[in-house]
């Protein structure tokens, strides 16, 4: 029988899996609008002026939208060579060691980007570059994503206090 962090960490999962597909969507959406400006822009028109914008926030949305889920499956970099030469255990302390910093990080960045976001909006801060639209618009994505990240953590904690006493397998090594 699966224990309940174990059943809330599947849920989990499952909720960043469809922030991937959402990243995917818009990386279609942003493929489609650069073709289609270079498409216009051959056929002699003006193209999409809006495209260049509108893809440079894709890309931050998409970066936002997969951070947990690259955090989770172990396919953000990380440099373990030191752990790997490590006692096991003491490679296992520094593993705790740099889930709580990470953690910590993230929770600073939830409250500092709630905070800016909210005085976006309080100020009825706009970007005018190609289209004019609202700044909180793009910067309340980032605490959310954050505590998202910072929920990760949790959940790798829980994965190493019941792990061997050694370095992670679960991600992507130079070692």
Request: hydrophobic residues 55%; glycine residues 6%.
């Amino acid at each position: 029988m699966r224990s309940g962090v174990a059943r809330l960490s599947a849920a989990y999962g499952r909720v960043l899996d469809a922030l991937m597909l959402l990243a995917a969507a818009l990386i279609l959406v942003m493929a489609l609008a650069i073709g289609g400006d270079v498409l216009f822009r051959n056929l002699g028109t003006r193209g999409l002026p809006w495209s260049a914008e509108v893809s440079e926030d894709i890309l931050y949305l998409v970066t936002l939208a997969t951070a947990p889920w690259l955090l989770r499956q172990g396919q953000h970099i990380r440099v373990d060579i030191v752990l790997r030469v490590l006692p096991g255990k003491l490679a296992w302390a520094l593993e705790w060691v740099s889930d709580a910093i990470g953690l910590a990080c993230c929770l600073y960045f939830v409250v500092y980007g709630a905070r800016v976001a909210a005085e976006s909006y309080a100020s009825g801060a706009v970007s005018i570059k190609t289209l004019v639209t609202p700044e909180w618009w793009l910067l309340a994505p980032l605490p959310i994503a954050f505590a998202l990240v910072a929920i990760e953590f949790l959940f790798r904690m829980h994965r190493l206090a019941e792990a061997e006493r050694g370095p992670r397998d679960d991600a992507v090594s130079v070692a």
